[in-house]
Antibody
Framework: QLQLQESGPGLVKPSETLSLTCTVS??????????WGWIRQPPGKGLEWIGI???????YYNPSLNSRVTISVDTSKNHFSLKLSSVTAADTAMYYC??????????????WGQGTLVTVSS | QSVLTQPPSVSAAPGQKVTISCSGS????????VSWYQQLPGTAPKLLIY???KRPSGIPDRFSGSKSGTSATLGITGLQTGDEADYYC??????????????FGGGTKLTVL
């Protein structure tokens, strides 16, 4: 049974860097069939895709966040991480890690973690 | 503002059928596969439909998907109170000049009256 577990600080100060880790269990992050990524949801609002990473380190990011986002992978620990710099209150959201299946039809999000709430406040 | 447009809300009575639309620019939906996600209150989204009309294992056949031109549609028959949730469409858009990325619709809140 695949499990994705987000971890990291629940409170970040404005202008600082938000850092989260997603630990994958029940599956290998080195699988060639999947990308691994992050999606967020501000309170009461819709979903916003942040970006994904492949086991070899190649990435795709949301153009609107590209200048502030870094996603990295550690295959030895079977986890991947998100860093979002220069945060503001607008970055307050539930952050989900998610598995993305790479198929002939394209990429689709097929499995989600439970999410972790990050609040940006001084 | 989402690049995929969904109605903010829909409602129907138990046992009835409801449809939720997802429309976008010609390059986004017409050429790519659409997925649908169900987000029950207080929980993470779950994959409901992929490749326009396929259901993952465990998703009942009351849920269906279709696509025509630049619009995709999620259909739910035999509505149950447990279907009350937010529903999101999404697609992988590899046509964007800024680089390929995933895009979501704005979400539709389903109320079962």
């Amino acid at each position: 049974q695949l499990q994705l577990q987000e971890s990291g600080p629940g409170l970040v100060k404005p202008s600082e860097t938000l850092s989260l880790t997603c630990t994958v269990s029940g599956g290998s992050i080195s699988s060639t069939s999947y990308y691994w990524g992050w999606i967020r949801q501000p309170p009461g609002k819709g979903l916003e895709w942040i970006g994904i990473i492949y086991y070899d380190g190649s990435t795709y990011y949301n153009p609107s966040l590209n200048s502030r986002v870094t996603i990295s992978v550690d295959t030895s620990k079977n986890h991947f991480s998100l860093k979002l710099s220069s945060v503001t209150a607008a970055d307050t959201a539930m952050y989900y890690c998610a598995r993305h299946l790479s198929a002939a039809s394209g990429i689709l999000i097929d499995y989600w973690g439970q999410g972790t709430l990050v609040t940006v406040s001084s | 503002q989402s690049v995929l447009t969904q109605p903010p809300s829909v409602s129907a009575a138990p046992g009835q059928k409801v449809t939720i639309s997802c429309s976008g620019s010609s390059s986004r939906i017409e050429n790519y596969y659409v997925s649908w996600y169900q987000q029950l209150p207080g929980t993470a989204p779950k994959l409901l439909i992929y490749d326009n009309n396929k259901r993952p294992s465990g998703i009942p056949d009351r849920f269906s998907g279709s696509k025509s031109g630049t619009s995709a549609t999620l259909g739910i028959t035999g509505l149950q109170t447990g279907d009350e949730a937010d529903y999101y469409c999404g697609t992988w858009d590899s046509s964007m000049s800024a680089g390929p990325n995933w895009v979501f619709g704005g979400g539709t809140k389903l109320t079962v009256l």
